[in-house]
């Protein structure tokens, strides 16, 4: 008797799997060195790290490690010495920094770095009009009003000049300024730094809401423990080395803990998963009850 | 255009800045429509003074001919031009002047013409009237208008001594007698030279000496119509060369006389060529000195807003639209302070013209004596006319116009847009974190 095998199945083929979309932004050996006449200090080395979408991320480290300098690195303010920056897979010296920084990414300053002969809105209308970005009804003005109201700027405060603002209330409008840009990276550098705890706390919401609703890349700089433990992913810079350490032991506040990032991470969630897909957000903080700023569509045809 | 919007609002919101930008726009551009303003009047002037002083040239020569003295009136180059045609006459109605005593004319014996009747085509450019020495007392000269005319112009001892006045009817018949004339008084004029201490033809007496228009002259002449010599006023001593090429060519070159006399032109264009020169070196001076001033203004501006120069690349604007915001500041402050300066020329500038240009008038006039023949209706000591060297020349008119205005706009965005630009292009090489840091 013979037993009849059965023909070989036709084995379909294969279909290879979609490439791993890039990381929203990448940092491929990244080293930085000032130099000082004969002096050349080195501040970042070989650094790499990839940034994702629909992340909150948080930098810590001691003063002068070199935080800021990433962050301007990053924002596409400057040019690393080293290795390359490169946003979607596309390095920024061919995308070109300008239009980086025009259409992706904004910056909050620790400076607040405002248009001092300008009100609040007028600061924040300009930079909406630098960037193209249009809200989605009412015009500019009346969003970038929605925006600082959101922020705990009533219409008097907005139409002030910023130099007759306090320090908190400058510190806001730089924010709203940055919100208002609708990019897909918001850099900022210690932005809680001169707020009360409830309007640190709400500002904090709103990262992590542009992070996880919006899926922006939210890169803050801080020396807020606080703060580093309601961002998703906590890194250290110390001695211009880049390390990362989770979220949970973040808030300690032990520096050294974390492990080194040489190799390339991406996040579980493809950048361009859906945000409801990505990690649950912290819960709210007892602070957060303000607005969350509406999305700003950007215009398709800026330039 | 964000950024002009942006401009407006730095301005805005800089005032005092802005009112010392703008104070500075003014000075410079009042001090340079001043210049350009002078430089004008004085051109103006001394273009004036070229046409009514000038240069005179007396151009001589054996067999010289009015017609030929035409011919040198070449235009573009020749002002005004006369010649001398001298006929005698003899008077018929009226007595000449006589020295007496032995060998004088007129005592009995009948003179072949008593009277010297130098037939002229413009009275003011004769030496005598416009050295000065010989001045018009009353009436008027004999002009290019009067050509076929019959007008004349005597001595006033003629005058006097047959009571004869502008607007009497003179009769004069040729030496031979054949011809006759008659001439309408048009003016008087006062010959310095006393009548001479010995007895001399009445015709050489300088009381017996008439001026009438060229075609009476002819009328009276006798012989060929040789005349004396003709004088060409030229605008400056420099076209002389020309005239004396052209009355070679016209006249033949042998035993031509060629007599240039620049001493009015010294006296009077000379000073107001160097009012010109100085309003040149001022306009040239301000404009640098302005281009610099103002250069180390914006230059300290930008550099001080480096700050905002770094917030607004940060922000990925263009760097062009930086510099064009830079530029529209400046520019919107250059035009203000344009039509202020505009203003200010217009109310004050004739006052800075007249200090500039009638002060050397003023002083150099009584050192020159002057005469003529245009017009001029003076007693006592007589009258300049029209064209003589020390006729006072035109009030120097000092007045704003488009051409100025554009020249001292030109300049001011000029400067503006070089004192924007290139300390704005120094500035936007750098990044924008070197900038913030810079202004921090």
């Not at chain 2, 002057?370 to 000092?398: E, I, K, Q, R």
């Amino acid at each position: 008797m013979t037993s009849a095998t059965p023909p070989p199945s036709p084995t379909p083929p294969s279909t290879p799997a979609p490439a791993p979309a890039p990381p929203v932004l990448r940092l491929a050996d990244v080293s930085h060195t000032y130099s000082d006449g004969r002096r050349r200090t080195t501040v970042l080395k070989g650094i790499d790290q990839d940034f994702e979408r629909g992340t909150f991320y948080t930098v810590l480290g001691p003063s002068g490690s070199g935080k800021t300098t990433l962050l301007a690195l990053a924002s596409g303010l400057e040019n690393p010495t080293r290795g390359t920056v490169s946003f979607e897979g596309r390095d920024l010296t061919e995308l070109g920094l300008g239009r980086y920084r025009n259409r992706h990414a904004a910056t909050i300053f620790q400076q607040y770095n405002l248009l001092t002969y300008m009100t609040a809105l007028q600061n924040v209308t300009t930079a909406m009009e630098i960037t193209g970005a249009t809200p989605p009804s009412g015009g500019r003005r009346a969003h970038a009003l929605r925006l600082l109201d959101s922020l705990g700027l009533d219409r008097a405060e907005a139409t002030r000049n910023v130099r007759r603002l306090s320090g908190g209330q400058q510190q806001r409008v730089a924010i709203a300024r940055a919100l208002a840009c609708e990019v897909d990276l918001l850099f900022a550098d210690e932005p809680t730094g001169n707020l009360d705890e409830d309007t640190a706390g709400g500002i904090v919401e709103i990262f992590r809401e542009l992070a996880h609703e919006q899926g922006k890349c939210v890169v803050v700089v801080t020396h807020s423990a606080h703060l580093a433990a309601r961002s998703d992913r906590v890194l250290t810079l110390r001695r211009g080395r880049l390390t990362e350490r989770r979220a949970d032991t973040a808030g300690t506040g032990a520096p050294g803990t974390g492990r080194p990032v040489r190799s390339r991470k991406t996040q579980p969630t493809s950048p361009r998963t859906p945000p409801e897909t990505r990690p649950t957000s912290p819960p709210t903080s007892p602070g957060t009850q303000r607005p969350t700023p509406p999305p700003t569509p950007r215009s398709s045809g800026r330039g | 255009m964000n950024f002009v919007k942006r401009a407006g609002l730095s301005l805005s919101g800089r005032r005092s800045r802005t009112a010392a930008l703008l104070g500075v726009f003014v000075v410079i551009c009042a001090l340079l429509l001043g210049g350009f303003l002078l430089r004008g009047a004085a051109a103006r002037q001394e273009a004036d003074a070229q046409r009514a002083v000038g240069v005179d040239v007396t151009v001589g020569r054996k067999g010289l001919t009015a017609d030929l003295a035409d011919r040198l009136d070449v235009p573009g180059l020749v002002h005004r031009y006369t010649a001398e045609l001298p006929v005698r006459a003899v008077p018929r109605g009226f007595t000449p002047l006589t020295s007496g005593g032995p060998g004088a004319g007129g005592g009995g014996r009948r003179e072949r013409g008593a009277l010297e009747v130098h037939g002229v085509r413009d009275l003011g450019l004769l030496l005598p009237f416009s050295y000065g020495s010989t001045r018009i007392t009353s009436g008027r000269g004999i002009g290019p208008g009067d050509a076929g005319a019959h007008v004349a112009v005597i001595e006033r001892r003629l005058a006097e001594r047959n009571g004869l006045a502008v607007g009497d009817t003179l009769r004069l018949r040729s030496a031979d007698g054949r011809r006759s004339a008659v001439s309408r008084i048009v003016g008087v004029f006062r010959d310095p030279t006393r009548d001479p201490a010995r007895p001399m033809p009445s015709h050489m007496l300088p009381g017996n000496l008439l001026y009438v228009p060229m075609a009476t002259a002819r009328r009276l002449g006798t012989g060929p119509a040789r005349v004396d010599r003709a004088v060409y006023r030229i605008g400056s001593p420099d076209r002389a060369e020309r005239l004396h090429t052209e009355a070679a060519r016209v006249l033949g070159g042998g035993g031509l006389r060629f007599t240039v006399n620049d001493k009015a032109y010294r006296d009077q264009v000379r000073p107001i060529q160097r009012v010109g020169a100085f309003a040149d070196l001022v306009v040239h001076v301000i404009a640098l000195a302005g281009a610099l001033i103002l250069s180390l203004l914006v230059t300290l501006q930008v550099r001080e807003r480096r700050g905002e120069l770094g917030v607004l690349l940060a922000l990925g604007e263009k760097k062009w639209k930086l510099l064009g915001q830079h530029v529209v500041e400046v520019a919107a402050v250059a035009l203000p302070a344009l039509a202020l300066a505009a203003l200010a020329g217009a109310l004050g500038g004739q006052r800075v013209g007249d200090a500039f240009l009638d002060h050397h008038g003023d002083g150099d006039t009584d050192s020159r004596s002057s005469s003529s023949s245009g017009s001029g209706s003076g007693s006592g000591s007589g009258t300049v006319a029209a064209g003589a060297p020390d006729a006072p020349l035109a009030a120097p008119t000092v007045r704003v116009g488009p051409a100025d205005l554009g020249r001292v706009a030109g300049i001011a965005l000029g400067i503006s847009l070089v004192a924007t630009v290139v300390p704005g292009i120094g500035v936007l090489r750098l990044h924008p974190r070197s900038l913030l840091l810079d202004a921090a």
